[in-house]
């Protein structure tokens, strides 16, 4: 069989290395954090050299049955994954979220490593990705992978695929929007009226744009202080710049008649529905680096928005992913390079659990691959399918990295919605369908018959 090259050793790389190796690979695994004359050298988010390091919370979300993180952790167990045997072994008591010893869940991976004779691992910083003859290479570098890296693989792809930065807009719930105060509209009347619009008359604006600018910023990292890009400025730089700034770009308002004025309002705040539920709305364009309490008060000046419920706020921070939909193929690999993979947050998933998800999958695609075989890609009705099929299939002008929820999962069919009205029952359905369609799929897998 080929040889497999992995490139990083955080969650992804060691799930994709481990796995791969387990069906009879022969597999080097790259990881440029490491020990130099006794000083660590690190990313700017981790704290250790250790590998499947937690750079924040220790949880990997719920185990309540028949949610979609139990559904992905429930296929991720059927196909073997180490990394989330290893979790439960070292799981802390947690409710019903399934969380872990950081440190001891670390130690567990590095002695997997150890003990699998076909892993090799070098600790060094990867920058070229040219490539090798008779490897296939899994790129599992995260949200800060290098900048020599970074380059390379922008010139592989074309760098305007490229994000470092995840721009965040603050969401709303749905029921705390004053109806009363606010109108459906699309601009120019095109397509179907799905935006809710806040208008504001000269004064409201003007009062929104002061209180604005006299905002207090949320702490900025060191590692944070890049330049931002121009298309997803932050709203509080776009105030700075003049003020007209943002009636001219987020706050826009022609095309968007009021219906109960007859015109165009001063500026409008469009809010955008965040999920098929539609119990939650985000402001369009409204991603800004505040401070929480600051965004909540600035934000409830928008006329509709001043009893507003705040899910999530505004945020900015490093995140580099590729352009996934544009880029990569049904089986994670990157369509112009067949032997480059991408696995992890650099793949445009979300969270620890959904990057050992893609480590787990790229591991199997290519030792399958390597062994001269062609796996069938995972099954969209799977839940694992479904992260593939939103990461290459969502809209890539606006492609930004998912968690898994119900969402991402196909919907029953209508006649079945129809009759079953309990949303519990219907998402026990969609998990009983996933997993059906997970064995399945395993069923045939060639892999393991390569062991
Ligand atoms: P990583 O775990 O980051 O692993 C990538 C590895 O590649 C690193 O070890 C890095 O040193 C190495 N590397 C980079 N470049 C190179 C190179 N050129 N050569 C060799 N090695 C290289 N998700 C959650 O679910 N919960 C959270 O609480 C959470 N908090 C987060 C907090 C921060 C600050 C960040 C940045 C992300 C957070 N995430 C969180 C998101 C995500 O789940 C984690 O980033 C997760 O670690 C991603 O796994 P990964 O394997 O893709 O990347």
């Known amino acids: 069989p080929q040889k497999i090259r992995v490139i990083g050793g955080g969650l992804a790389g060691p799930e994709a290395a481990l796995t791969a190796a387990r069906l009879g690979c022969e597999v080097d695994l790259y990881e440029m954090r490491r020990e130099v004359a006794g000083k660590p050298v690190l990313t700017p988010a981790h704290q250790t050299i250790d590998f499947g390091e937690l750079v924040c919370s220790n949880s990997l979300k719920s185990e309540s049955p028949n949610t979609a993180p139990w559904l992905l952790k429930q296929e991720m167990r059927r196909a073997g994954s180490s990394l989330l045997a290893l979790a439960d072994a070292t799981a802390v008591p947690a409710g019903h979220a399934l969380a872990v010893d950081r440190v001891e869940f670390s130690q567990r991976i590095a002695e997997a490593i150890a ?19 008779d490897t296939l290479t899994i790129v599992a570098t995260g949200p800060l992978t290098s900048d020599a890296l970074s380059a390379e693989i922008g010139r592989l792809t074309g760098s305007e695929h490229l994000a470092f930065y995840d721009s965040i807009s603050p969401i709303v719930d749905a029921e705390t929007i004053d109806r009363d105060r606010v109108y459906f509209a699309a601009r120019w009347d095109k397509g179907t009226a799905d935006y809710i619009n806040c208008p504001m008359n000269r004064e409201e604006y003007d009062a929104f744009l002061a209180a604005l600018l006299a905002a207090e910023p949320a702490e900025t990292k ?113 369509q112009i390079r067949p032997d480059l993979f991408f696995a992890g947050q650099i793949s445009g998933v979300e969270g620890y659990t959904e990057s050992i998800a893609s480590g787990l999958l790229t591991g199997l695609y290519a030792a399958a691959i390597a062994h001269g075989m062609d796996p069938a890609p995972v099954p969209r009705a799977t839940a694992l399918g479904s992260l593939t099929h939103y990461i290459t299939h969502a809209d890539a002008a606006h492609f930004q990295p998912a968690n898994i929820t119900f969402d991402l999962l196909p919907q029953l069919e209508e006649e079945i919605r129809r009759k079953v009205r309990d949303k519990k029952e219907r998402h026990r359905m969609v998990c009983e369908r996933a997993l059906s369609a997970f064995a399945e799929w395993q069923a045939v897998l060639p892999v393991h018959a390569a062991v």
């Open 115 to 133: 003990a699998e004779p076909r892993i090799r691992v070098i600790r060094e910083e990867v920058t070229s990705l040219e490539p090798i003859a």
């Open 222 to 334: 060191d590692w944070e202080k890049t330049e931002y890009f121009e298309g997803c400025l932050p709203i509080e730089v776009l105030a700075r710049r003049g003020p007209d700034t943002l009636r001219f770009g987020p706050m826009k308002p022609v095309g968007l008649r009021d219906p109960r004025t007859g015109k165009n309002p001063w500026a409008v705040v469009q809010l955008r529905q965040e999920n098929l539920r539609a119990d939650s709305y985000n402001l369009v364009g409204f991603q800004n680096h505040l401070k929480y309490g600051e965004q909540a008060r600035v934000l409830r000046m928008i006329p509709g928005l001043e009893n507003a419920k705040f899910l999530r706020y505004g945020q900015i921070h490093r995140n580099t992913y590729i352009c996934s939909p544009r880029l990569l193929d049904n089986r994670l690999r990157l």
